[in-house]
């Protein structure tokens, strides 16, 4: 299918690759001295997130429910109407928001419409949630299911906390408040405690307190919380759905910084702080004080670290690959959070990539890239997990399907072309759908945003050649993100094709950057999947990826096309 054209004033699929790299080494120079600028004497990058019309509706309805902090409830009002006049999000959040507010709306044909189109392991939970909220809202019947669809084990923290609530919600909504368990309400206890939201975590905090209402025994102790959702309103008067992404920013940032020539002197004191963040089980959650693991921000630090400082965080980088084996599948596959939870392709190829420098975990390496050209769609596309766009799930696979070991070596044997031919067919893929102002949006009928189209330049980037035509020698490094990223020439249709791409994709990013040298993007990250929720900082840190990958060899000169 072809992509939707999005016409800009510039016309970069005519910019020769050569031509375009100067003017993007213009752009990386300027976008890495606003990101290292950002880091704080912590060595951490802070990465807020925006509010959400879904925590900040929730957030209203306690409060009003309870009569409490009417000066928030106020604010929450007026961020609400004026959100879903100005910028409407999808169509269960506006039926959550309108319901709150007492305007009549079709609740499950916001459902279905708000999940049209998720074709996801998870799409029956997600029903069963959205389904749920609303109906605690008084805007739908409950769903008829039996209890044991509201268990959430094993699964992550948070999830087991939402899915009490809602259990606890339905019983009550149904008249069946006998089927609520002393171990359901203790679920929701850490609920109860003050300062920030537990696990940093705003959706999960604010359905256990709506779920706490109905008990006679904790909903005293409600009084104090409130003050304290109350004070976490942001300044647009919304609540965001967590309170930012601090851990995963700065491991990305510091990775990007430390691809620069020169990598600034804030990439030591990032990787400090990061070492200083571990869980108890080796891995690292998504922000400071968060104590649930997972693979995804796990894999980005031990990429970081073990590109910034091999030695002086060995422990840590040991550590972490031990978080990673724990969690590992019998599949082969990787899953976000906890073992025997459905493995997804592109946690599984960041593994496969952040565990490929150490040639002890080969074996693990090549299963888990076995298990994503099992997985790979027949457009050369993958599940696309956390992220809502197409792309994301492309660059993890490709580094990963392209990845060599620290010393050089093939881990797939024989495999290799198989490898390699699920590699370019996922480049093929972007440059096919490649729109004609040279980006891409979440999907080939939506505008081209930086943040998509910086995550397709990563995968291209390790297929584009050098001057002479051949496999850039940075491929053959230890380079932890892609080291080795070199395709298999035998099976790569058109490398100078993918550097052409390639070449468009920059002049795209180029003509956004802002004067400032940063960059503002549609969100892409999901969470509970399939909704958008916003950190405004992962722009700028992707596109410097991105550019730092692309600039690390020059490409062909006009002449040698």
Known sequence: MTATPTPTATAPQATAPAEVIPAALRC????????AAGVGPEGLLPAPCESRVLESALALALLTAERAEEDAA?????????????S???????????????????????????????????????????????????????????????????????LHMEMKALKVLAAHGTGRAEVVRDEDWDALLPALAPGPAWERNNLAQLLALLALRHSPRHRPALGDVLKHVADRLRPDGGVPFI???????TAAAGLALSLLPAPPPCVTPMADALALRRNPDGGYGFHSGVAQSDV????????????????????????AERYLLDVRNPDGGFPTFARG??????????????????????????????????????????????????????????????????????PYGRERGAQARAAERALGHLAATQHADGGWG????????????????????????????????????TDPLHAGTTPDRAHATDPL????????????????????????????????????????????????????????FPGPRAGDR
């Open 28 to 35: 990386r120079t300027l976008l890495a001295r606003k990101v």
């Open 74 to 86: 106020a604010r929450l009002t007026a961020y609400l109407r004026t959100t879903l006049r100005t």
């Open 88 to 158: 409407p999000p999808d169509p269960f959040q506006r039926a959550v928001a309108r319901a709150v507010l007492g305007r009549d709306g079709d609740a499950g044909a916001a459902l279905d419409a708000g999940l049209d189109g998720f074709d996801h392991f998870t799409a029956g939970r997600k029903r069963l949630m959205f389904g749920t909220v609303l109906a605690a809202l008084g805007a739908a019947p409950f769903p008829d299911v039996p209890w044991e669809a509201y268990e959430a084990r094993p699964q992550q923290s948070w």
């Open 243 to 249: 309170d930012g992404m601090t851990v995963f920013t």
């Open 296 to 319: 995804d921000d796990t894999c980005y630090v031990l990429e970081f670290l073990r590109r910034a400082a091999p030695v002086r965080h060995r422990a840590a980088i040991a550590e």
């Open 341 to 410: 939870t459905s493995s997804e392709i592109a946690m599984t190829a960041a593994a496969a990539s952040a565990l490929a420098p150490n040639p002890d975990r080969r074996d693990v390496v090549a299963q888990a890239v076995r298990y994503v050209v099992r997985n790979q769609r027949p457009d050369g596309t993958f599940e696309r997990s956390w992220s809502r766009n197409a792309t994301n799930a492309v660059f993890r696979a490709v580094l990963a399907l392209n990845g060599v070991d620290a010393r050089g070596e093939d």
């Open 442 to 477: 979440h999907a080939e009928t939506e505008p081209s945003d930086p943040i998509s189209t910086a995550y397709a330049v990563i995968a291209l980037a390790s297929a584009a050649p050098s001057r002479n035509g051949t496999t850039p020698a940075r491929a053959r490094t």
């Open 497 to 552: 094709h993918h550097s052409t791409t390639l070449a468009r994709a920059l002049a795209y990013l180029i003509a956004r950057q802002r004067p400032d040298g940063g960059y503002r993007s549609r969100p892409d990250q999901a969470g509970p999947r399939p909704l958008l929720y916003d950190v405004p900082a992962l722009a700028d840190v992707f596109v410097l990826l991105a550019l730092s990958h692309a600039t690390r």
